[in-house]
């Protein structure tokens, strides 16, 4: 089982950027996804994420309109608009079996589910 994200780059400030997350060695299809990102010095925190079961979502108050996830058989997106200098961060993908997608972009922890290796966003004029 393998999440591996790309998309990530340098953008100004404004700009947009989408961000992929393939899941290898299984289907996505049973699992809730999330996204999340770590910036320097500060610890991960929950972006979106999306059930697996009749795809509800979350987002976390910071994206405020900004940023849609979505899925697409055993891809998940994350399209993130407007970006601002505070954006940037590694982004994490990962994926959960659960339904209460809230607590997941909440409490999700590094040692449950599976994770990509992250893709790294950088806002910079």
């Known amino acids: 089982m393998q999440l591996v994200e790309s998309g990530g780059g340098l953008v100004q400030p404004g700009g947009s950027l989408r961000l992929s997350c393939v899941a290898t060695?299984?289907?996505?299809?049973?699992?809730?996804i999330g996204w999340f990102r770590q910036a320097p010095g500060k610890e991960r925190e929950g972006v979106s994420c999306m059930s697996s079961v009749d795809g509800e979502t979350y987002y976390a108050d910071f994206t405020r309109g900004r940023f849609t996830i979505s899925r697409d058989r055993n891809t998940a997106f994350l399209q993130m608009n407007n970006l601002q200098p505070e954006d940037t961060a590694v982004y994490y993908c990962?994926?959960?079996?659960?339904?209460?997608?809230?607590?997941?972009?909440?409490?999700?922890?590094?040692?449950?589910?599976?994770w990509g290796q992250g893709t790294q966003v950088t806002v910079s004029p």
């Open positions: 060695g299984f289907s996505l299809d049973h699992y809730s």
């Open positions: 990962a994926s959960l079996s659960t339904t209460t997608i809230r607590a997941m972009c909440l409490m999700m922890s590094p040692a449950h589910g599976t």
